[in-house]
C-alpha cells in the first residue's frame, strides 16, 4: 500500500512526473498487494489489483514508446 501511496504523492509534488517512476512504483504496490489478496482472499480488492496493475502496465508500454523521460514531448503542430 505504501508504494501506491508514495506514487500518488509523487504524482502530486511533481510538476513533471517521471512515467517511470510513477507507473513502476504503482505496478509493484499492485504487485505487493496482489500477493496479499491472494493468501488471504479478498475477491473485490484482487480484481482491483488486477486494474490498477493493468494500468500501470499500459503507462509503462506508454513511456516506453515516447522514450527517455528527459525527452519532450512532441507537439503536434497548429
Same mark, same amino acid.
Given at each position: 500500500?505504501?508504494?501506491?501511496? &508514495? +506514487?500518488?504523492?509523487? =504524482?502530486?509534488?511533481?510538476?513533471?512526473?517521471?512515467?517511470? /517512476?510513477?507507473?513502476?512504483?504503482?505496478?509493484?504496490?499492485? +504487485? =505487493? =498487494?496482489? /500477493?496479499? =489478496?491472494? /493468501?488471504?482472499?479478498?475477491?473485490?480488492?484482487? /480484481?482491483?489489483?488486477?486494474?490498477?496493475?493493468?494500468?500501470?502496465?499500459?503507462?509503462?508500454?506508454?513511456?516506453?514508446?515516447?522514450?527517455?523521460? &528527459?525527452?519532450?514531448?512532441?507537439?503536434?503542430?497548429?
Amino acid at each position: 500500500m505504501a508504494c501506491i501511496i &508514495a +506514487a500518488y504523492a509523487y =504524482l502530486t509534488w511533481k510538476d513533471d512526473p517521471n512515467p517511470f /517512476v510513477l507507473h513502476g512504483t504503482n505496478l509493484v504496490g499492485a +504487485a =505487493l =498487494l496482489t /500477493v496479499s =489478496l491472494v /493468501v488471504h482472499t479478498n475477491w473485490p480488492s484482487l /480484481v482491483l489489483e488486477g486494474f490498477w496493475a493493468a494500468i500501470a502496465i499500459w503507462g509503462l508500454i506508454k513511456a516506453m514508446r515516447r522514450g527517455s523521460p &528527459a525527452q519532450p514531448r512532441k507537439e503536434p503542430p497548429r
